[in-house]
């Protein structure tokens, strides 16, 4: 079935570095994609979101980047914070608002 | 605004038991949607409920179900629980406009199964 993966599940970065975390997918049907990041103890919490017929969207601190001839999916995190720390997710829409999750990278800033 | 809310926070049922988790969306939102998720598979969807009507659905066996009621409030029933039921189940809430910033979570009910 369709799927959405992850290249790294852990991601350690020095303070004050930026961050990438890697994303790929394999419906070429999707048309939306969420980042969502999640804190010990607490639901997933949206951080940005990119439609197909974009290929990059910035917001506070963070960018996403979609290649979607290699069905790919980044998030930039500038300048990180020990606040960062937490696990990411990537997600894909397809059909009727089903989203598909990734496996999850998480994110360890060192201080 | 109040948040989502999900209740219980942690539950532990015995294998064969029947659960029922409830989840209040944030006021105005009339799309609530159910996940699991566990270590090995991640999050995966479970179900929709837009205006108490079912409108997605995940590939979850029949044992998993759930409903939504007038208020938008929506409860999801897990019947004859397995040990691999043992998850975080997560409800997120939406305007039933499309996903992104409409599209709340929250904090999770733990189930374990023992």
């Known amino acids: 079935g369709e799927s959405v993966g992850l290249h790294l599940p852990t991601l350690s970065v020095q303070e004050g570095d930026n961050s990438i975390i890697n994303c790929a997918y394999s419906?070429?049907?999707?048309?939306?994609f969420i980042w969502y990041k999640q804190e010990s103890g607490k639901g997933p919490q949206f951080i940005i979101d990119?439609?197909?017929?974009?290929d990059k969207r910035q917001g506070q601190r963070v960018t996403v980047l979609l290649n979607k001839t290699v069905k790919h999916l980044s998030l930039q995190i500038a300048a990180t914070q020990p606040g960062d720390s937490a696990v990411y997710f990537c997600?894909?829409?397809?059909?009727?608002?089903?989203?598909?999750f990734g496996t999850g990278t998480r994110l360890t800033i060192i201080p | 605004k109040a948040g989502v809310t999900q209740t219980p926070r942690y539950l532990i049922k015995t294998r064969g038991q029947q659960v029922t988790l409830s989840c209040s969306p944030i006021?105005?939102?009339?799309?609530v949607s159910w996940y699991q998720q566990t270590p090995g598979q991640g999050l995966q969807f479970l179900f929709e409920?837009?205006?108490?009507?079912?409108?997605n659905k995940g590939n979850f066996p029949g044992r998993f179900s759930g409903r939504q009621f007038s208020n938008s409030r929506s409860e999801m029933n897990v019947s004859t629980l397995e040990l691999g039921d043992s998850a975080l189940y997560l409800c997120?809430?939406?305007?039933?406009?499309?996903?992104?910033?409409?599209?709340?979570f929250g904090q999770g009910t733990r189930l374990t199964v023992v």
């Open positions: 419906n070429s049907a999707s048309d939306y």
């Open positions: 997120a809430s939406s305007g039933g406009q499309g996903w992104g910033t409409e599209a709340f």
């Open positions: 006021s105005g939102h009339r799309s």
């Open positions: 409920y837009f205006s108490e009507t079912q409108r």
């Open positions: 990119i439609r197909s017929n974009m």
């Open positions: 997600a894909e829409i397809f059909g009727n608002e089903k989203l598909t």
